[in-house]
């Protein structure tokens, strides 16, 4: 190690050492796009989450991976004088400066693709060609140079000097990027953001790198430039996905909302609501001599036109509506459950607005997975508390009062708590949240100071 320490020098070792990790930084990157390419979107196994030039930053990457080892093989060869050290050196010197032309080109067509041609001028296509094309001009003279000394030649020493067509391959490069950067300038309000932020990366750092090595041939700016472009590309690639991942969440939620509220439209526009009533005033009139089924069936009336009149509304009603709504509901629960059916309320205030249909479902989940799973029956609680920053409105059951959860409540679905959710959520109006334990459910609403009634 002393001896190889030697014969390339500290700077050149200290270069080789940090090139290597960023060999292995590149390799990380390119493996972690891989992954995120991969992954699905959230509830559909088929749906892959779109992510705007994935591959064409991996192929970026692997030239620049390339670019790197390239320059760590020379590097090491330095001053390396057997016949294996003379022909690695010219053998990597060379790929190193292939790849950065072939770098240079795979960028231009980026370019020439996702600026001139997505705003359809063909002058600046043209104009991309021209320089795309300077690129195989100097890989004409790459393919010269072990035979002439063209662009670079080794001494005796096995030591890199630049030939005389070097400044050409030079300029070429140094075009190339300013011409980059001045397209971005030009055109950066018709670019999609993310590449115009790569597009800027790419150019401003290594044209600062360029103008550097002109000036200090022993240290490899062009290879420190390229690897901090990488890691700024790889951040904003980064930012960019997780921009991207909360505004799909954002739409699968807005999507699912849409989906539900149309499903329930469609079923209020199949129905006839006016005959429903009509019928059922005429069926009531029949039981005026058996009270208790004549308010069975107004109760079920009033439920039915509550129901109705929430699913087909997006809007606010006063808390007196949806008790009204809450009640009617529980009367017909106790013709079916009568006394096991237990119900008790405590409202502090009920002057006040809340979304439509938010409460009522948490009373028929309390009632089908609280109350009818045990066979005593149980209490449901209903209670509104005034608290200082929000008002609270909890729907509470004990089911039989036993100490032991029974095994469908263990595995309790909700029915309409992710409607409620969502609900609350869409019209930014509070929160909803469920706890469970040995001696019940409570369904816990805290709604946002709302304007009263």
């Given amino acids: 190690m002393q001896a190889f320490i030697e014969r390339i020098g500290i700077p050149a070792f200290i270069q080789v050492i940090i090139e290597l990790w960023n060999l292995v930084f590149m390799i990380i990157m390119i493996l972690s796009i891989i992954v995120s390419m991969s992954k699905t979107d959230y509830d559909s196994e088929s749906q892959k989450l779109y992510l705007p030039f994935s591959k064409e930053i991996i192929i970026f990457f692997f030239i620049i991976f390339m670019y790197n080892y390239f320059d760590v093989m020379c590097t090491i060869m330095i001053g390396e004088r057997s016949r294996y050290g003379f022909f690695v050196r010219q053998a990597a010197e060379f790929g190193y400066f292939?790849?950065?032309?072939?770098?240079?080109?795979?960028?231009?067509?980026?370019?020439?693709?996702?600026?001139?041609?997505?705003?359809?001028?063909?002058?600046?296509?043209?104009?991309?060609?021209?320089?795309?094309?300077?690129?195989?001009?100097?890989?004409?003279?790459?393919?010269?140079?072990?035979?002439?000394?063209?662009?670079?030649?080794?001494?005796?020493?096995?030591?890199?000097?630049?030939?005389?067509?070097?400044?050409?391959?030079?300029?070429?490069?140094?075009?190339?990027?300013?011409?980059?950067?001045?397209?971005?300038?030009?055109?950066?309000?018709?670019?999609?953001?993310?590449?115009?932020k790569i597009t800027l990366a790419s150019s401003i750092a290594p044209l600062l790198a360029f103008l550097f090595s002109f000036l200090f041939t022993d240290i490899s700016f062009n290879n420190m430039s390229v690897s901090i472009t990488a890691l700024i590309i790889f951040l904003l690639y980064e930012q960019n996905k997780t921009a991207?991942?909360?505004?799909n969440a954002h739409e699968l939620e807005k999507s699912k909302q849409e989906l539900q509220e149309n499903k329930i439209k469609l079923l209020v526009a199949q129905i006839?609501?006016?005959?429903?009533?009509n019928s059922i005033m005429a069926l009531q009139?029949?039981?005026?001599?058996?009270?208790?089924?004549?308010?069975?069936?107004?109760?079920?009336?009033?439920?039915?036109?509550?129901?109705?009149?929430?699913?087909?509304?997006?809007?606010?009603?006063?808390?007196?509506?949806e008790l009204k709504h809450i009640k009617a509901y529980l009367q017909l629960e106790k013709l079916n459950f009568g006394d096991k059916l237990r119900v008790e309320y405590d409202i502090?205030?009920?002057?006040?607005?809340?979304?439509?249909?938010?409460?009522?479902p948490l009373v028929e989940n309390a009632v089908r997975y609280g109350i009818s799973?045990?066979?005593?029956?149980?209490?449901?609680?209903?209670?509104?508390?005034?608290?200082?920053?929000?008002?609270?409105?909890?729907?509470?059951?004990?089911?039989?009062?036993?100490?032991?959860?029974?095994?469908?409540?263990?595995?309790?679905?909700?029915?309409?708590?992710e409607n409620v959710r969502l609900r609350l959520k869409a019209m930014d109006k509070g929160e909803l949240s469920i706890t469970?334990?040995?001696?019940?459910?409570?369904?816990?609403?805290?709604?946002k100071p709302l304007e009263a009634v």
């Fill in 98 to 196: 292939a790849v950065g032309s072939a770098q240079m080109i795979f960028f231009l067509r980026l370019v020439k693709k996702n600026i001139a041609d997505k705003i359809g001028s063909v002058k600046l296509r043209i104009v991309t060609s021209c320089v795309e094309h300077l690129q195989i001009v100097c890989l004409f003279f790459l393919c010269l140079t072990p035979l002439t000394g063209a662009l670079y030649y080794f001494d005796q020493l096995n030591n890199y000097h630049r030939g005389p067509f070097y400044i050409l391959w030079y300029f070429v490069m140094l075009i190339s990027f300013v011409y980059i950067f001045m397209v971005f300038i030009l055109f950066r309000k018709n670019v999609d953001p993310f590449f115009g």
């Fill in 244 to 247: 991207i991942s909360v505004n």
């Fill in 272 to 277: 006839q609501p006016h005959f429903i009533y």
């Fill in 285 to 321: 009139s029949k039981c005026t001599d058996d009270p208790e089924l004549y308010e069975g069936i107004s109760s079920f009336g009033k439920y039915l036109r509550a129901n109705l009149t929430a699913m087909s509304e997006n809007t606010l009603i006063p808390f007196k509506d």
């Fill in 348 to 360: 502090e205030i009920d002057d006040f607005m809340v979304p439509a249909f938010c409460v009522e």
């Fill in 373 to 417: 799973t045990y066979t005593d029956g149980g209490l449901v609680k209903i209670s509104v508390f005034d608290e200082p920053d929000y008002i609270m409105i909890e729907v509470w059951d004990d089911g039989s009062g036993g100490n032991k959860l029974t095994d469908v409540q263990k595995d309790r679905k909700s029915i309409g708590i």
């Fill in 436 to 447: 469970q334990d040995e001696k019940g459910t409570s369904a816990v609403i805290k709604l």
